[in-house]
């Protein structure tokens, strides 16, 4: 079983800081309102410009406060500290607000960078020595209401396995808000009852070829921390059926190209599937098959564990889902 010790810690620290002051290459979601809206990533993002985009650079940021939480002592942990004490001040945060505002932003980071956003806030508050969550709150509050504003409107979940993935973003999210929204954890849990306590028999097409997420493993794990645990299990058994999907086409996936951002996203899919079967077996009663499940969320990590610190176009964000899956 892979586990999380200081010197994985100390490597994805290593990563993360070497990234989130990174400007360039950059990926901008960007709505121009005109002319003066041409400006550069750290001019529109004082605080999350670097790691190539922004929500990259947000859950980078929940890798750096987690690993200093876990591992106070490793060399790193007093780096993350000054650089975010130097990142997260009022002036930058309210300018992140302040963008996020815009009548043009409606949709900006809707709902992954949201969700990331929430994550980052809820690790934030640990950390009493530090203002940062305090800093942090305006904006949290701010996508938080967005997600209540979201799912009046949205209408069918949205279920690939990319940024736009509904249940990805609302795992975060009701994390978050079961310790500080408890009006936002209700909506989102009717929500999802609604949409998603009604499937079985899942025989999908997944992988896609630049999937980062396994849309059928997204939706149980939210399920799984929503749904009370026998129920869930019945849940799981109709939708998941022992020597189904799961078992005869959920294996660990390969990347053709590093360097093609696009296909870097599969060692995110091992990663992400890991984090998912992970939390499921922890959720379902002890098994043969919970086992087996553990097993293969090993497998799918050690597919991609290589390209945590490899090219910069898995780098700049794996080492989050790496993290996720090693917390499970």
């Known amino acids: 079983m892979i586990a999380l010790d200081l010197p994985l810690a100390r490597r994805f620290a290593r990563t993360a800081l070497g990234h989130v002051g990174q400007e360039y290459p950059n990926k901008l979601d960007h709505v ?16 999350f410009f670097g ?3 922004w929500h990259s650079c947000v ?24 650089l975010a004490d130097a990142t997260f001040t009022e002036e930058k945060l309210a300018a992140e607000l302040a963008y996020a505002r815009r009548p043009e932003a409606r949709g900006f980071e809707r709902p992954y960078g949201w969700g990331w956003l929430l994550y980052l806030h809820h690790e934030a508050a640990r950390h009493a020595d530090r203002p940062w ?3 942090l709150t305006p904006l949290a509050q701010h996508f938080a209401a967005g997600f209540g504003q979201y799912l009046r409107v949205l209408t069918y979940p949205i279920t ?49 070829g630049d999937e980062f997420l396994s849309p059928v493993l997204q939706v ?19 939708l998941l059926p022992q020597g189904g999907w799961l078992e005869s086409h959920c294996h660990p996936v390969s990347v053709s190209d590093a360097s093609d951002g696009k296909m870097a996203h599969l060692d995110g899919l091992n990663m992400s599937r890991a984090w998912a079967l992970r939390g499921l077996a922890a959720v379902l009663p002890p098994s ?35 993290l996720l899956a090693l917390l499970a």
């Open 220 to 238: 149980a794990l939210l399920q799984g921390r929503l749904l009370q645990a026998d129920r869930f299990a019945d849940w799981f058994a109709a």
């Open 133 to 135: 969550a305090a800093r």
């Open 51 to 53: 790691s190539y985009d």
């Open 160 to 208: 690939v396995g990319t940024h736009f993935n509904t249940a990805f973003a609302l795992t975060l999210a009701h994390e978050w808000a079961t310790a500080r929204d408890p009006q936002l954890a209700q909506a989102i849990a009717g929500w999802s009852a609604s949409r998603f306590d009604p499937l079985a028999h899942y025989s999908g097409w997944e992988p896609g």
């Open 32 to 47: 121009m309102g005109g002319a003066d809206d041409a400006r550069t990533p750290r001019d529109l993002h004082p605080a």
């Open 288 to 322: 043969p098959r919970g086992e087996a499940m553990r097993a293969l969320a090993d497998r799918h990590m050690a597919a991609s564990m290589h390209a945590v610190d490899g090219d910069y176009m898995a780098a700049h964000w794996l080492a989050s889902f790496a």
């Open 59 to 82: 859950h980078s940021w929940w890798t750096l406060l987690t690993l200093r939480r876990l591992f106070p002592t490793m060399p790193e942990a007093a780096a993350i500290a000054a």
